[in-house]
């Protein structure tokens, strides 16, 4: 590096440094602010901010829920228990057994040791929870397309528009084996006044478990499983219009539309079984189990027709014929009243 880009580096370096702490000479404290209303629960949601306190008394905050201008990349954030997106901690949808637990947002400003805060905030697990195995919808079918440069017969062409493609069937929801048991920690009842249910979720499909809590005070679940919608059908390709005739040639006919690819049927709901203790039966009215068929796909709209050509003497060809729709897939089958098995509930 020669003395010139050297002193460059240097300068941009020493601008760039004195630029980012600027905001922060005169300031004496910061804070973290959050919803202190929201959910406290896996997959819940928490708007949170900084706020700073300079020596004047001047308070500033970050953009969204400390209703300031700074942004939070002047901050260095850590999160434990979720992640970030803009002004809310996105909380984590599933946890470890374990009830008591927290979330943790701390704040830092780099080079400056003292402007720091943090805060602690346990899972309350009060609120909506909602967990989806439902299949995945079907893929619509390709549309149809004329012909490009069709051969021709008298100026007529030889075919009709391409057929549109038939919408795929949607996913069946997952079978799934849901585990249900009321769990006595003293700490939680000590905080929250109540006692907490452990969820269980066994996904047959993908061999993968689930596991969370809910409160008992005010709390709601709903596990669902429903069939994937089935995809549409590719609407039909237009016919090809006639040739124009002349004093030598007569007009072509038009020709047909395609026919509208067929819709995809619906995936069928999946089958859901629960394991839950006799005296726990009580348990079931905080969940709300769905396992509906998946609805069949519409079929694809039939091609425009094509023109006939028009001649010297104003002569027509004859139009072609708009193609047929393509028929409605059917919906999937239900997945059936869940089936409930009483006895022992092991969770771990």
């Known amino acids: 590096m020669n003395v010139r880009n050297f002193f460059i580096a240097c300068t941009l370096f020493v601008g760039i440094g004195m630029f980012s702490c600027k905001p922060f000479k005169n300031v004496t404290s910061i804070k973290l602010v959050y919803d202190s209303m929201a959910e406290f629960r896996p997959g819940g949601a928490v708007k949170f901010g900084v706020k700073t306190l300079d020596r004047r008394g001047r308070r500033k905050g970050t953009r969204g829920y400390a209703a300031g201008k700074m942004k939070f990349e002047q901050f260095d954030i850590r999160l434990t228990g979720g992640w970030q997106s803009a002004d809310t901690f996105q909380i984590d949808t599933f946890v470890e057994p374990g009830v008591n637990k927290a979330i943790k947002i701390a704040a830092y400003v780099t080079g400056f040791p003292k402007l720091a805060d943090s805060v602690e905030l346990p899972l309350s697990y009060m609120g909506e929870t909602r967990w989806n195995f439902s299949g995945a919808s079907g893929q619509g079918g390709k549309d149809g397309k004329s012909r490009i440069l069709p051969a021709r017969v ?70 669902i499983s429903n069939g994937g919608a089935g995809g549409e059908g590719g609407d039909g390709g237009p016919g090809s219009d006639g040739r124009d005739g002349d004093d030598l040639k007569n007009p072509g006919n038009g020709t047909d539309g395609g026919i509208g690819g067929k819709g995809g049927n619906g995936g069928d709901g999946g089958k859901i079984t629960i394991y839950i203790a006799a005296e726990e039966q009580d348990l079931l009215k905080y969940f709300v189990f769905t396992n509906n068929g998946g609805a069949g796909g519409k079929g694809g709209i039939g091609g425009i027709a094509g023109r006939g050509g028009v001649g010297t003497n104003r002569r027509r060809g004859n139009d072609g014929r708009n193609g047929f729709p393509g028929s409605n897939g059917t919906s999937g089958n239900e997945g059936g009243k869940p089936q409930v098995v009483f006895g022992p509930v092991g969770l771990y």
């Open 154 to 223: 008298d100026g007529t062409a030889v075919s009709d528009g391409k057929p549109g493609k038939d919408g795929l069937k949607g996913g069946n929801g997952h079978d799934l084996d849901v585990y249900i048991k009321k769990i006595t920690d003293e700490a939680y009842k000590a905080r929250f006044g109540c006692d907490v249910i452990a969820v269980k979720v066994y996904d047959r499909q993908t061999k993968a478990t689930k596991f969370t809590y809910i409160s008992e005070l005010s709390s709601k679940m709903s596990i």
